[in-house]
């Protein structure tokens, strides 16, 4: 089992940023991706960015690349998403999930990640 607790997020208006957490505890070993994912209200939850825990290499949906940099520091089992000129359709809970699945650090698929955090709100205002 993995736990995952996520901080960081709040409330930001438009242009701003803000950086979200995730530190990961239990068999954080198995873990071969890490991912940040978002859910706004009445839409589908979206992937936002991955990152593979042995080589790191990323991930982005369109909808954040060049704007979002998701990092990791494998001595704090902590992963980050750095979020960056925010507007207001990045507004959702944001989910940090694990994924043991051999292939998720080729694809973003939200259906290969095992573990979820319960969430931290990012409200940003126009």
């Known amino acids: 089992q993995v736990q995952l607790v996520e901080s960081g997020g709040g409330s930001v208006q438009a242009g701003g940023s803000l950086r979200l957490s995730c530190a990961a505890s239990?068999?954080?070993?198995?873990?071969?991706?890490m991912a940040w994912f978002r859910q706004a209200p009445g839409k589908e939850r979206e992937e936002v960015a991955t990152?593979?825990?042995?080589?790191?290499?990323?991930l982005y949906a369109d909808s954040v690349k060049a704007r979002f940099t998701i990092s990791q520091n494998n001595a704090k089992n902590t992963v980050y998403l750095q979020m960056n000129s925010l507007n207001p359709e990045d507004t959702a809970m944001y989910y940090c999930?694990?994924?043991?699945?051999?292939?998720?650090?080729?694809?973003?698929?939200?259906?290969?990640?095992?573990?979820w955090g319960q969430g931290t709100q990012v409200t940003v205002s126009s």
């Open positions: 999930a694990a994924a043991t699945h051999p292939l998720c650090g080729l694809v973003l698929n939200g259906a290969w990640y095992n573990y």
């Open positions: 239990g068999n954080t070993y198995s873990s071969k991706c």
């Open positions: 990152i593979s825990t042995g080589g790191g290499s990323t």
